[in-house]
């Protein structure tokens, strides 16, 4: 059963470094979605991509975050410069269309800033 | 600003029994209220959804009734196996991509 992969697991990094969080969505999905789930919190949507370009973003997606479709396969995630409050869990969504339609998500990735 | 309020935070039932979750919003222009389930380790996955134009909707054991009047939904799961033990997030939206999400169900069945 075709699932969205993310790497890595678990990354760890130092506040002010950059960090990129990666994910592979379902091969013939075009929509892509990031959302993070801080420690014993809600999941909270960060934006939606679609056609490369960003389609919708939450207040929470400022300029310090950038998301990039660099090839056929991979979407991915960059915080340019990481503070302690980043530390959360990022899931990555795919779906094969907009609009209510079920979006798969990956297993996440576990960032911890310190 | 809470969008989506879910509770219970934990529950805990025994095989067998049911299972209610419970979700009440406020934004009237929500249209899509779907149910995601999470096991330990893995994403959410998505278990069922439902729009206002139904008050109810089942998938095997597992229900969805909605009261758009009170803007509430729930989940209930029947004859809750130990299998179900996972936590479970509502979640609404007004454009079918952005989810705002509740806080998450704990919910532990017991053999």
């Known amino acids: 059963e075709p699932e969205v992969t993310q790497t890595p697991s678990h990354q760890v990094t130092q506040m002010g470094q950059e960090v990129i969080l990666r994910c592979v969505p379902i091969s013939n999905h075009l929509y892509f979605y990031w959302y993070r789930q801080i420690l014993g919190q809600k999941v909270e949507f960060l934006v939606s991509?679609?056609?490369?370009?960003?389609?919708?973003k939450s207040e929470i997606f400022d300029d310090q975050f950038s998301v990039e479709r660099p090839d056929g396969s991979n979407f991915t995630l960059k915080i340019r410069s990481t503070k302690l409050e980043d530390s959360a869990m990022y899931f990555c969504?795919?779906?094969?269309?907009?609009?209510?339609?079920?979006?798969?998500f990956g297993p996440g990735t576990r960032l911890t800033v310190l | 600003q809470q969008q989506v309020k879910q509770s219970p935070q934990s529950l805990i039932v025994q095989k067998g029994g049911i299972s209610i979750i419970n979700c009440a919003y406020e934004?009237?222009?929500?249209?899509?209220f779907p149910w995601y389930q999470q096991f330990p380790g893995k994403g959410p996955a998505l278990l069922i959804a439902?729009?206002?134009?139904?008050s109810e909707k089942k998938e095997g054991r597992f229900t969805i009734s909605f009261n758009k009047s009170a803007k509430q939904f729930s989940l209930h799961i029947m004859d809750s196996q130990p299998g179900d033990s996972a936590t479970y997030f509502c979640?609404?939206?007004?454009?079918?991509?952005?989810?705002?999400f509740g806080t998450g169900t704990s919910l532990t069945v017991i053999p």
């Open positions: 934004n009237t222009a929500f249209d899509y």
């Open positions: 439902i729009r206002p134009d139904v």
């Open positions: 979640a609404a939206s007004d454009t079918g991509n952005q989810f705002y």
């Open positions: 969504a795919s779906s094969i269309a907009a609009s209510y339609n079920e979006q798969f």
């Open positions: 991509f679609y056609n490369n370009e960003i389609s919708e």
